[in-house]
């Protein structure tokens, strides 16, 4: 066989491979299918269960007990504002920084206290049922490295003489807050 021949055939060849690689028509549409059916699921309950559960767990479920028209909310505590303050050991501007610090939240943070007039304040907001002890952290920079010094303030209320109290009340008014700002005896 010669080369045109071969071409031929090889051209034959290659035009029947590509008419038979068309698509099959497409079926007509079946129709809607059917799922599977998965069974019934349980809707979510709220409350107890309705068996008698494990009698070695609760055998009374508060939530029975309870009717939302008849248990009333218990009154949140009032928020007292309070400023708190301490006059400046020396009365020189020479602190990094003055933090109120308390062992009870919300004074257990510490709030920064601003400088104004040789006394460092900062104003808070501490529920009148409060109850715990706060100090004053007076810091210093010596020789490169912060050097803190804990206090309390002698003309607020003291409970054990190292440490300044916060006097559980019924009202604001009953705390006395201002004696948290109370910066001289006179």
Not at 10 to 25: H, I, M, R
Not at 66 to 85: E, G, K, R, Y
Not at 125 to 144: K, L, N, R
Request: net charge negative.
């Amino acid at each position: 066989m010669n080369t045109t021949s071969r071409r031929f055939i090889l051209l034959g060849l290659v035009c029947v491979g590509l008419g038979c690689s068309a698509d099959p028509e497409p079926e007509p549409n079946a129709g809607p299918q059917e799922y599977p059916t998965l069974g019934e699921r349980p809707l979510p309950a709220f409350g107890p269960p309705d068996d008698a559960g494990d009698k070695d767990g609760f055998d009374v479920y508060v939530f029975d007990e309870l009717d939302a028209n008849d248990a009333p909310l218990p009154d949140a505590p009032s928020c007292c504002p309070v400023t708190f303050a301490i006059a400046d050991p020396d009365g020189e501007l020479d602190e990094s920084y003055v933090m109120l610090v308390g062992d009870e939240a919300p004074l257990r943070q510490g709030l920064l206290l601003r400088f104004s007039e040789g006394t460092w304040s900062v104003d808070a907001c501490v529920p009148s049922d409060h109850t715990g002890s706060y100090s004053y952290v007076f810091a210093y920079e010596v020789d490169g490295e912060l050097d803190e010094v804990v206090t309390h303030n002698p003309d607020a209320p003291s409970g054990n003489g190292t440490d300044n109290v916060w006097l559980t009340a019924d009202s604001c008014e009953e705390s006395q807050v201002g004696q948290h700002a109370s910066t001289s005896s006179d």
